[in-house]
């Protein structure tokens, strides 16, 4: 008892004595305890403290702390969560606000689940509160398999949609973070995966400027707390090495005031892939000269050695520590007593009833209506049913990569079950497999008033090199059409289908060439990978009890053969920016169950000078009886340019509710920022005088859009 007593003793005095230090003192400024910090660190402390599984320092009461933590769609890698839609299926609602919503419910989630985990002394990885998301890296080709992790083809896009993640994930509290998020993979980044440890990407300032880099600046712009460089190397340099992409663009020409984390074993890839360093010390010191505060990795661990050899000093690797500590002050990672406004959040918070409605409803706004012979929305009350295909009942497909593990989830097959009545006779069977053939039950479609077959992909197929055990390419894909099986398995289908309804549901994380089915497809819908609640979003759209709304964030192209090779990074022939052949989906498209005219469309000046804004105004009636919502996207084109500028550029989007019978004006404002581009020679973004065209409708295929023309003198 004796014994008991006096560790009890031993621990509130060191509790009373670690508390006593100024940098656990929360009345100061965050710079002042920094100050105190790292005075009181050794410098084989410092370099602890740079690597991603930061070990205690005991003496100084300082816990470990796992900076690894993922949150791409849904806190991911730690248990029970909610699973939202896939990141290129939020992308495809073109609902900042929802996004944003969305990122609130993930950041609840994280909070909760930390608070949970340091009550039961668990520290480890995926359990803390930096998470490396969102994706930003540009879409650029349909065969990189982590394409659907970005927001799309587009970089006004991308950076709008990540701009709301970032703004829901690290809360609103002028003090503290609710969450770090992390802008990730800075900055030429989008395979092939393969060789991503060793890859130049090679790309013309141009491109590098209007298309790698503008969601990066403007998620900068949004205070995102952390930047995570890539693992390959652009023009040359590995991007976790290089002055000119950490320090000259991302420090000095944007601002960046966070800290800079390395691609897991990155740095291992100066030696080992890009062969630039001879050992670690070498690596580490490339990193620290180029500005990186954080290593997931452990060529960190090389640190002291790299100060005792002159490489590096002292007062480099503060400056770089110093930052990074930046961000666990914020966090509230030091405070004695925890003050920040999350520190209630509790285990209700986690997967509750709120944030499965928020995932059936982002999943059902993901939802890409491509084509309909007025064939749905489907009655409720239909007689006889059959679904099939490989996707129908797997779970898993629903999930797509970098996920949590839900407390429910729903397949397409039940959610299509839920909707129907007992009396009506629903049919099920598999079919075939994703890539492998078979003609199982294709009979039962003769005998069904409507068939609905699920193909397309999953995350065996497509996703990060070493995940997809399926892909023909390390994660890529070769082909981006569906597998051959999955196409004979609907020839058959139709064979028995005859004029009846048939319905493809396509699953999948990227765009998928669809001339071999289309013609074989009454309805066809593009439901990504939607999460854990899919089925029921993907059924609530299939019986009309959602109005699809849904657009494509990425082109589908007709034929791989339509685009430049895969490892060529040059955006000529690329995205609906660059590309002039013709596709079967534009980017923007989405059907709907109304429909939707758009009239008078007017600017409040016709001419302008560099640097002054107007507003453009346009009247979208919904012509139809049902009422709906209408992605009213905004284009800009600069006519007769003297150099290659895009086909056209989307500025602007509005999601809008409009009831049956009534219009809605919706006006957009033209800043001088949405025309600036990135002069080569005089090396500033700047306006090119002269006329514009500017267009809007429902999506970037010119028989879709109105336009008006605008002069800049």
């Not at 359990?127 to 080709?141: E, K, Q, Y």
């Amino acid at each position: 008892m004796k014994k008991i007593l006096l560790l009890c003793i031993l621990h509130l005095t060191a509790i009373t004595l670690y508390a006593q230090y100024p940098f656990k003192d929360t009345s100061l400024s965050v710079e002042s305890r920094i100050d105190d910090l790292l005075k009181r660190l050794t410098i084989e402390e410092k370099a602890n403290m740079m690597l991603y599984n930061s070990k205690a320092i005991e003496r100084l009461g300082i816990p470990e702390y796992n900076w690894w933590n993922e949150a791409l769609h849904g806190v991911a890698r730690n248990g029970k969560a909610t699973v939202f839609p896939q990141a290129i299926g939020l992308a495809a609602t073109f609902d900042p606000e929802l996004i944003e919503t969305v990122a609130n419910a993930i950041s609840d989630e994280a909070r909760a689940k930390y608070n949970a985990s340091i009550k039961a002394g668990i520290r480890g990885q995926y359990s803390g509160l930096t998470f490396w998301s969102p994706n930003v890296n540009i879409f650029r080709d349909p065969r990189w398999g982590r394409g659907q992790e970005t927001y799309g083809e587009d970089p006004f896009l991308s950076g709008t949609i990540g701009r709301a993640f970032v703004r829901g994930m690290q809360g609103y509290d002028s003090k503290y973070l609710k969450t770090a998020a992390c802008a990730k993979h800075f900055v030429v980044h989008s395979g092939p995966e393969k060789i991503r440890h060793s890859f130049d990407a090679t790309v013309n300032e141009r491109d590098f400027r209007d298309t790698y880099l503008p969601a990066f600046r403007m998620l900068v712009d949004e205070n995102v707390e952390a930047i995570m460089c890539a693992y390959n190397r652009t023009n040359t340099e590995p991007c976790c090495g290089s002055k000119y992409l950490l320090n000259d663009i991302l420090r000095k020409e944007f601002k960046f005031k966070g800290h800079i984390v390395t691609d897991c074993w990155a740095l291992a890839d100066f030696i080992n892939g890009h062969k630039i360093a001879k050992d670690e010390v070498e690596a580490a010191t490339m990193a620290i000269k180029a500005g990186v505060n954080l290593n997931c990795g452990y060529v960190y661990r090389f640190i002291p050695d790299a100060v005792k050899q002159g490489k590096i000093t002292g007062k480099e690797v503060d400056q770089a520590l110093r930052t990074l500590l930046r961000t666990r002050f914020k966090l509230g990672l030091f405070d004695s007593i925890p003050s920040d406004p999350w520190a209630d959040y509790s285990p209700a918070y986690v997967s509750n009833s709120f944030h499965k409605v928020l995932a059936r409803v982002s999943a059902g706004k993901s939802v890409v209506l491509l084509k309909n012979n007025s064939v749905l929305p489907l009655n409720h009350k239909i007689k006889s049913l059959y679904v099939t295909g490989p996707t129908a009942n797997d779970a898993e497909m629903l999930l797509g990569n970098y996920n949590g593990i839900p407390d429910e989830i729903v397949t397409i097959l039940e959610g299509i079950m839920r909707k129907i009545g007992v009396e009506t006779q629903l049919q099920y069977h598999r079919g075939c497999g994703i890539t492998t053939f078979a003609n199982n039950g294709v009979d039962i479609a003769a005998t069904s008033e409507a068939t609905i077959v699920c193909l397309g992909l999953n995350s065996e197929m497509e996703g990060e090199a070493g995940d997809a055990i399926f892909s023909d390419n390390d994660g890529d894909r070769n082909r981006i059409s569906l597998p051959e099986s999955q196409i004979k398995f609907l020839q058959e289908l139709k064979k028995n289908a005859g004029k009846k309804p048939l319905i493809v549901v396509l699953t999948g994380g990227s765009a998928i060439t669809i001339e071999e089915i289309e013609p074989l497809a009454d309805a066809i819908l593009m439901v990504w990978y939607p999460g854990e609640q899919g089925g029921n979003a993907v059924a609530d759209v299939l019986f009309g009890d959602r109005n699809p709304s849904g657009r494509l964030p990425i082109t589908f192209y007709k034929s791989v053969n339509d685009l430049p090779p895969f490892e060529n990074y040059a955006m000529k022939g690329r995205t609906y920016r660059y590309f002039t052949g013709e596709v079967r989906y534009p980017f923007g498209f989405g059907l709907s169950y109304s429909a939707f005219s758009y009239n008078n469309l007017t600017l409040d000046k016709t001419k302008i000078k560099a640097g002054e804004t107007t507003r453009v105004k346009v009247e979208v009636t919904n012509i139809s009886k049902i009422s709906g919502e209408e992605v009213v996207q905004l284009y800009i084109r600069k006519n007769n340019s003297k150099i290659v500028r895009p086909v056209k550029e989307l500025k602007g989007f509005r999601n809008v509710m409009i009831p049956a019978g009534y219009t809605q004006t919706v006006t957009f404002e033209l800043t001088p920022k949405l025309f600036e581009y990135y002069d080569t020679e005089k090396k500033q973004y700047t306006i090119e005088k002269g006329s514009y065209t500017l267009y809007v409708g429902k999506s970037s295929d010119e028989k879709d859009l109105t336009k008006v023309e605008l002069e800049i003198k």
